[in-house]
Structures are given as C-alpha cells and as structure tokens.
C-alpha cells in the first residue's frame, strides 16, 4: 500500500469491520443498492466484481440472483476476511485485499462492475475510474452507489465528521470522470431509501446528524447512482 488515504482507510475499516459496523453499513446501503441492481438482468455468463467490498454482501447478492461467478476487493484486510468468513465456500465467489485503483486482474474479466459507498475514500477516483474500465469486458456494466456527495446536504457534516479524508464530489464531478475514464451511456440519478423516514420523536442528534433538518435533507437528497456501459 503506497498511499497515506489508502493507509488511513484500511486501518479505519480494519476497525468497523471487527466492531459490528460492517453490517449496519451493508444493511444501510441495501436498500438504494438493490434499486441500481434490479436494472441489471444477471446470468450465468456474468463474472461480476464489487470494489471496496465491505463483508461481501453485494457480491453474494449478485451471485444469488444469477451470476456466474463474483469477486470482491476491498482495502481492510479484516474486511476481506469477514467477507470470506460470510460467503459459502460452494458459492463461486473469492476476495482479495486490493486498492481500488491497483486491481489483481487482467483485462476484460468482468462484465459488471460495482462499488457502493466506496469511491470517494480512494486518493484518485478518476484513476479508479479508469482501472475498472481496463478490468471490464466491452459492454460490461458499471453501477456506483454514493451517499456522500456534494449535493446531499449531510455529505460536508460526514466529511468532517469521518477520520479518514474524503472527497466531496459532485453529481457533475462523478458523471465527467466516469465519461473521461472511457465509460459510455454514463446516467447519474437519485435513489430514495425506502425505510422509513423517522419522526422528529425518534430522532436522537448524532455526529452524523446534527440537527433534525440534515437527517431529513440527507434522506430527501437521496443516494446517488451512476450507472454507464464500457
Ligand atoms: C463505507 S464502506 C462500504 C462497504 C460496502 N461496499 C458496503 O456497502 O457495505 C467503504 C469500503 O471501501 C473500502 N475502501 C476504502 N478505500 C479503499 C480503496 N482505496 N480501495 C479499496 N477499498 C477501499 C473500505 O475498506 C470499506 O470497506
């Protein structure tokens, strides 16, 4: 590992990944996830990788609905290693520890590549970006799904509020580096979580949420998909 972000993240998510927090972060993302994910039609042909895989809930989600083989990569070996331990050894599914920008694959292996809540911890998304156009086949499939980002009125709050550096990008910044990295058909659109959305009564202040408006503009703002086509 060559870079400070890339240090900070993965001694970070070595944390989250041991104190319970890998769930409760795949159990937030599912929901606006699987919205991006009911677009693609998977079958048995499909070799498909998430990137910054967390425990390995969304490769195991893609296998269960008809891939044919799945890979996760992520930056926190305990990460990696909660994955393995959640994944069936008979499912066609395998994890490495990678940055995001480096991958241990050749080129064309994928035909859909996929990262949730991930991208903006990397130090050059952009060059991310290109990396996964390298390892996917032509006419593979991108799906990005972001909460942190410039036009979500919480994305500043968890900037300063995480302890790892982030980049605060903008629904534009991702569509132009996912064009300029060689991807096509890039689409950039909202996902509304449908959880609920909790009252002011049930609402407790929290680092993340420091008042009532910014838990309900965060939940209004949506997450951000991106979805494009090598
Ligand atoms: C907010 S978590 C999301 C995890 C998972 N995608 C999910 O939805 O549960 C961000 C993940 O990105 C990983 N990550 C951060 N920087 C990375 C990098 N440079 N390369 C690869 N993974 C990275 C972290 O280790 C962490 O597991």
Redesign the pocket.
């Known amino acids: 590992m060559s870079n400070q972000m890339?240090m900070a993240?993965?001694a970070e998510?070595d944390q989250w990944a041991t104190n319970g927090r890998?769930e409760s972060?795949?159990d937030g993302?599912r929901d606006a996830?699987e919205q991006i994910l009911d677009r693609w039609k998977l079958t048995d042909e499909d070799r498909v990788l998430?990137?910054?895989?967390?425990?390995g809930?969304?490769v195991r989600w893609m296998l269960e609905r008809g891939a044919g083989g799945g890979s996760g990569?992520?930056?926190?070996p305990e990460?990696v290693a909660r994955a393995q331990q959640l994944t069936a050894a008979d499912m066609p599914a395998s994890f490495a520890v990678?940055?995001?920008?480096r991958l241990p694959f050749g080129d064309q292996h994928f035909s859909a590549v996929l990262s949730?809540?991930?991208l903006y911890?990397?130090?050059d998304p952009a060059a991310a970006l290109v990396e996964w156009a390298r390892v996917s086949r032509p006419g593979g499939r991108l799906g990005i799904m972001v909460d942190l980002f410039a036009e979500n009125p919480a994305g500043p709050v968890w900037k300063d509020a995480l302890d790892v550096e982030v980049h605060l990008l903008s629904e534009a910044d991702f569509k132009a580096m996912a064009t300029a990295a060689g991807w096509k058909d890039v689409q950039t659109f909202r996902v509304i979580d449908r959880r609920p959305v909790k009252t002011e009564a049930e609402f407790t202040p929290s680092k993340w949420y420091p008042t009532y408006a910014i838990y309900v503009g965060y939940r209004e703002a949506g997450s951000l998909g991106i979805t494009a086509r090598r």
């Open positions: 890339e993240a993965a998510f890998a972060m795949a993302h996830t998430d990137v910054g895989c967390g425990n809930w969304a990569v992520d930056i926190s990460m990678s940055p995001g920008e949730v809540e991930s911890y990397y130090p």
